[in-house]
Nanobody, 120 residues
């Protein structure tokens, strides 16, 4: 069972920042595109951002320049720096590692999810 381990979530006030981390085994980190999805209560899981093996990136429109995704090859860890957080960013955030950059497939790897709550 491949483990993607997320960390860095929590409670933050509107306008604040958080950095999410996702650690992966090296054989996965070095060969897969990686990214973040999120799921708010009563809503479907949605893409937040992806980072290609080449380090090209893709963001959901709602990010609007507020988030930055990156990967640290020395630490086998991916990050999502989230700034200017809004209450509507409240969700469980999931790390993913996969073959396809733009599409999901049954063989994708997923983390267990981490809660991000934006509230005053």
């Amino acid at each position: 069972q491949v483990q993607l381990v997320e960390s860095g979530g929590g409670l933050v006030q509107p306008g604040g920042s958080l950095r999410l981390s996702c650690a992966a085994p090296s054989n996965i980190f070095n060969t897969k595109h990686m990214g973040w999805y999120r799921q708010a209560p009563g809503k479907q899981r949605e893409l937040v951002a992806m980072v290609h093996i080449s380090e090209a990136t893709n963001y959901a429109p709602f990010v609007s320049g507020r988030f930055a995704i990156s990967r640290d090859w020395a630490k086998n860890t991916m990050y999502l720096q989230m700034n200017s957080l809004k209450p509507e960013d409240t969700a469980v955030y999931y790390c993913t590692a996969r073959e396809r950059f733009y599409d999901t497939s049954p063989g994708d790897y997923w983390g267990q999810g981490i809660q991000v709550t934006v509230s005053s």
